[in-house]
């Protein structure tokens, strides 16, 4: 195990370091300078080169990419142009509102995908199956911005049960702020579900054909009960994996949807540092957003280990 481990946590570095050069090195190649971008047209040559020296701006590209890489070692991400503030917690303060929106879409997601998944491999080859696997084909064909505008469009505007957008703040209750995470959940929920529903189905209608299966059946227990508590069991480690990858995902697809309503998230923030040339900003950000999602498969390839022995032992 601790082999195994080793070599997981290496090609974790490994990835987060590649990450690191290619962030910096888009963004070093960007046209323009941010400090002529915050000065203004206007601003005289030399106004501009001593705010560049001030940014360290001056400072070759090498020294640049350690001292960035140096100081997020240490928790110190430097200060934001725009905003005249560190950039560690104004972070902070939209991961408190980004991650919270991730994990109520995975719940939804996993709520509906389970469901779905097991009620067609329970009538497989049937009209209950086809039906559900071909709602599942036109969820994955929907973009998350284009269904949130339509449920912004029902909910919101034609219904008028919920807001269009903005976000009230943790400080206002659970309550009004979970209200306005519904929406935006459910928008990135609905593709990341049809993919989770349709190998749901698949990995229980697999286990179920399996001879594993049948002594639950042999005991006399409906066919539904024995799906949920036997079958879907077995078939749990191809679903736990792409539940795992599928949380990464969500925590990079909030950047589009916090835009559509309005959410002063991490995504927003994003966007708001780009039209600035925040670079500071955007490359903390990126290579936040970078770094979770190869934590998550890092530990969903551990998870995976621990569930099937074989995964660990055809590694070594």
């Not at 469901?115 to 086809?130: F, K, W």
């Not at 807001?163 to 702020?177: N, S, V």
């Not at 923030?269 to 936040?288: A, G, K, T, W, Y």
Request: proline share 4%; hydrophobic share 60%.
């Amino acid at each position: 195990m601790s082999l195994f481990l080793a070599k997981r946590f290496a090609t974790l570095v490994a990835t987060l370091i590649g990450a690191s050069l290619v962030i910096f090195i888009v963004l070093e190649i960007l046209p323009g300078n941010a400090a002529e971008m915050l000065m203004g047209a206007d601003a005289s040559p030399e106004a501009v080169e001593a705010l560049a020296r001030k940014l360290g701006l001056d400072r070759s590209a090498s020294e640049r990419y350690f001292g960035w890489v140096g100081g997020m070692l240490v928790g110190e991400l430097g200060n934001s142009y725009a905003y005249q503030s560190p950039v560690a917690p104004l972070i902070a303060e939209r991961l408190a509102l980004t991650v919270p929106l991730a994990v109520i879409a995975m719940l939804l997601t996993a709520a509906m995908a389970l469901v779905v998944g097991v009620y067609a491999a329970s009538r497989h080859n049937r009209l209950g199956d086809v039906g559900m696997m071909s709602l599942t084909q036109i969820g994955i064909a929907i973009p998350n911005f284009w269904f949130a505008i339509l449920l912004i469009l029902l909910f919101a505007v034609n219904l008028r049960w919920v807001g269009a957008g903005g976000f009230p703040g943790w400080g206002e209750g659970i309550g009004p702020a979970f209200k306005a995470l519904v929406l935006p959940a459910v928008s990135l929920a609905v593709v990341q579900a049809a993919i989770l529903a349709r190998i749901t189905r698949s990995a229980v209608g697999s286990v179920g054909r399996e001879h594993s299966a049948r002594p639950a059946r042999a005991t006399g227990l409906p066919q539904r009960a024995a799906l949920w508590r036997h079958v879907l069991r077995n078939a749990m480690i191809p679903v736990l994996t792409v539940m795992g990858l599928q949380f990464a995902n969500l925590l990079a697809g909030t950047i589009v949807v916090e835009s559509v309503f309005y959410l002063p998230g991490l995504g927003r923030l994003i966007f708001q540092s780009i039209s600035n040339r925040d670079l500071i900003v955007v490359r903390n950000c990126v290579m936040l957003l970078a770094a979770m999602v190869v934590i998550v498969n890092f530990i969903v390839d551990v998870l995976y280990a621990a569930i099937d022995p074989r995964i660990k032992a055809a590694d070594v």
